[in-house]
Structure formats: C-alpha cells, structure tokens
C-alpha cells in the first residue's frame, strides 16, 4: 500500500515539474546594437572563421581600423605566424583601404572580447575606445 502512494506521489511531483517548464520564458541571445559601427570587422570575422585552424575570432571596428584576434586550434598553435599571415592577408585582400591588424596573441584576445562586449552593452564611450585600441596597437607592434 505504502508502495503504492510513494508511486502516485512520485507521478504527481513528475507531472507538476514538467507541467512548470512549459512557463518559462525563452532567454534572449539578440544582442543591440554597438556604440561603434561594426560591419566590415564582422564580415572580417567570417572571413576568419572560413580557416580550418581558426575557432573563434574577436575583432573591433574603429572608422578604418580593422582589429582582429583569432582563436588558433591547439595543434595549428605550432604555425601561428603562418596562421596570423595568411589571415592578415585574406582579411587586408577584402579591405584594402583599412588598416588591419591581426594578432594571435591570447592577451589581445582577451582584451578585444572585453572591447567587444563593452561596444554592444554601450559601456564605452567613442574616446574611450579610441585610446584602448591605439594602446592595443601599441601592444601588437611591441
């Protein structure tokens, strides 16, 4: 008998909790738009992630600056040179007219995906990102 109630109790707390997900709201992934126009570096980012060794690209678009870090695959890391060449040229062939810099660099990596989310949240002014990408410049040369 107790077997029984422990069963319909068991039915009931299962049908309630999936009852619930039908509730809930579906979480946004649109993200708004950037504090700085951003359509040739995102077309540089697909031009990127067209390249077998490549995972993932960060970039940010300052007037005619082009910044672009790729995220290299571990084994293709032995050849990033080679990888940071071939992506400078494709990228440089589509824009000629930009200045773009490229780097596998994880630290630049880093600091253009903090750029990146600081454009598209509005958390960053126009001088702002101006200053942080000249020193960014600065890092790549050096």
Same mark, same amino acid.
């Given at each position: 008998m107790k077997h029984r109630y422990l069963a319909v109790l068991l039915i009931v707390v299962f049908i309630t909790g999936c009852? &619930? $997900?039908?509730? %809930?709201? $579906?979480?946004? %992934? &649109? +993200?708004? &738009?950037? +504090?700085?126009?951003? $359509? &040739?570096v995102d077309e540089a980012k697909q031009i990127l992630l067209s390249m077998e060794e490549i995972k993932d690209v960060k970039g940010v678009q300052y007037t005619h600056l082009l910044f672009l870090a790729p995220d290299v695959k571990q084994f293709d890391r032995l050849k990033l040179e080679h990888v940071r060449q071939e992506a400078f040229q494709k990228v440089k062939k589509e824009y000629p007219n930009a200045k773009v810099h490229v780097s596998t660099d994880k630290k630049i990596y880093m600091e253009l995906d903090k750029l990146e989310r600081k454009l598209y949240d509005h958390d960053i002014s126009e001088e702002e990102l101006k200053n942080k990408l000249m020193k960014l410049e600065e890092d790549m040369k050096g």
């Open positions: 009852g &619930e $997900a039908d509730n %809930t709201k $579906a979480l946004s %992934t &649109e +993200v708004g &738009e950037p +504090v700085q126009r951003q $359509a &040739e």
